[in-house]
């Protein structure tokens, strides 16, 4: 997980923590302790804005063209088959068609269609890496002092190396956070490891529970707030707890793949799955990835996360599902039930994590409602490679900045006026981030 920047001992000592040895625990937002981290109050002396987050999360390889669709508006939206999972949640979702990434068409498929999906700059082939800053590290570079933890970089499938046929590097294929022109961010793929992060559990003591070492000061806490805080810091410690136990059981395989690798010829991460110490069966990672990202951003730890749910050119397998390929040769026939049954599950981990932070109050609405989680691939279609217009989402209302419920049709709109990079110049307008040009444009995206 990379952490750019550090907050100075003014801003870390404005906020609320629960502190025991070797533990650092960010709490959430308590109404009657109203602290927001580095600025409780404005310049003019009135309370701060409730922090605004954006999370990507990414799934390679396309989607069933057939059945990703949408129609209509409000009391009229309609989703298609693969968007099912999301239809407890279309009136806090936005359908967005035809952007397209211009750098990443014709330059050869896999890798030269995902290495700057989140920065819209071209891409150099051989071995020399050279691409450019990607919008969630932009936003680091810019706001991430104001939080614990600049930015998250979480992911659910270890990186590959080499090179692919088409001469592009396969990092470009394994990440899609950037923090310079050569350099990806190191994704964090091991649950423990992104749990200790987020709650800065360090040392001897990292395989005690986090809690059992914060008690009596959580005890202490209850004690100064109101009910319907005590309440609230409940239901937060039992979350901690759920996703602590889960971590720890996954502790345990690391440590035994890291032993493995340190008595063999094989490092940890050319290994297999689960023989590399990640969770066998990706739904529990998928699930524990999203909810260490759910509790990042309640606690305000960090306000920008990416989550790769899957790395293009992706190997990981759905037995659950009764599809025998794996994902990439599933793509190759993306007009499938089978590939139809991938893209739902991977829509249903999206609805899993906008569930989350609806779930969570803060001031006068939810986490959600004060977010914008972008759900995104690199490319529309697998079997033919097509990347002239990509698959987006988006969910919550960016601190009621971004309208929902909607579907923005931008397919016939020109090539000027359908880039993604104007999309991530308008949300970084919203996250307090103005420039006049990022990647290739240097126009906002119309309608949103």
């Given amino acids: ?60 390889n396309g989607v069933n063209p057939t059945h990703w669709w949408a129609e209509g508006a409000g009391e009229t939206f309609k989703l298609g088959p693969s968007l099912a999972p999301l239809e407890p949640f279309k009136g806090k979702i936005n359908f967005v068609k035809g952007l397209f990434n211009k750098a990443a068409t014709g330059v050869g498929i896999h890798p030269g269609m995902t290495g700057n999906l989140l920065s819209g700059v071209p891409l150099t082939k051989g071995a020399e890496l050279h691409g450019g800053v990607s919008m969630d590290q932009m936003l680091a570079s810019r706001i991430g002092d104001q939080t614990v933890q600049p930015s998250m970089v979480l992911g659910c499938e270890q990186p590959v190396t080499g090179y692919h046929e088409s001469n592009f590097s396969m990092a470009y294929s394994s990440h899609i956070s950037w923090e310079n022109a050569t350099s990806p961010v190191p994704m964090e793929v091991y649950p423990s490891l992104a749990f200790d992060s987020l709650l800065e559990n360090r040392g001897s003591m990292r ?57 063999g010829s094989t490092p940890t991460f050319l290994m297999k799955r689960p023989d590399n110490g990640l969770p066998e069966d990706i739904r529990e990672h998928m699930r524990l990835m999203c909810d260490i990202l759910a509790l990042a951003f309640q606690t305000d730890k960090t306000r920008i996360a990416t989550l790769l749910l899957c790395r293009d050119i992706s190997g990981l397998f759905y037995p659950f599902l009764n599809v025998k390929l794996a994902h990439h040769l599933a793509s190759h026939s993306d007009t499938s039930d089978e590939f139809l049954r991938i893209n739902q599950y991977y829509t249903s981990q999206y609805a899993y994590l906008i569930n989350k932070l609806a ?33 987006v989402l988006t969910a919550g209302g960016l601190g009621g900045t971004l309208e929902t419920g909607r579907f923005l049709d931008y397919a016939d709109s020109g090539d000027e006026n359908r880039r993604l990079c104007s999309l991530y110049l308008s949300l970084m307008d919203r996250m307090g981030v103005k420039l006049d040009r990022f990647g290739d444009a240097s126009t906002r995206l119309a309608g949103v």
């Fill in 1 to 60: 997980m990379k952490i750019s920047h550090a907050m100075n001992p003014h801003q870390i000592s404005r906020r609320r923590f629960l502190r025991g040895a070797g533990v650092v625990m960010a709490l959430p937002w308590l109404e009657s302790l109203p602290v927001w981290g580095a600025e409780p109050m404005t310049k003019g002396g009135a309370p701060a804005a409730t922090p605004r987050r954006l999370a990507v999360l990414f799934m390679a």
């Fill in 207 to 263: 395989n005690q529970s986090v809690l059992d070492r914060v008690m009596d000061q959580a005890a202490t806490l209850e004690r100064q707030v109101s009910a319907t805080d005590k309440a609230k810091l409940d239901e937060y410690l039992t979350s901690v707890r759920e996703v602590e136990k889960r971590a720890q059981n996954m502790r345990a395989a690391k440590a035994k793949a890291d032993a493995n690798a340190q008595g």
């Fill in 359 to 391: 779930s969570m109050p803060e001031g006068e609405g939810t986490v959600l409602d004060n977010s914008c989680l972008v759900f995104m691939s690199n490319m529309w279609s697998g079997s033919k490679h097509d990347n002239t217009k990509v698959p």
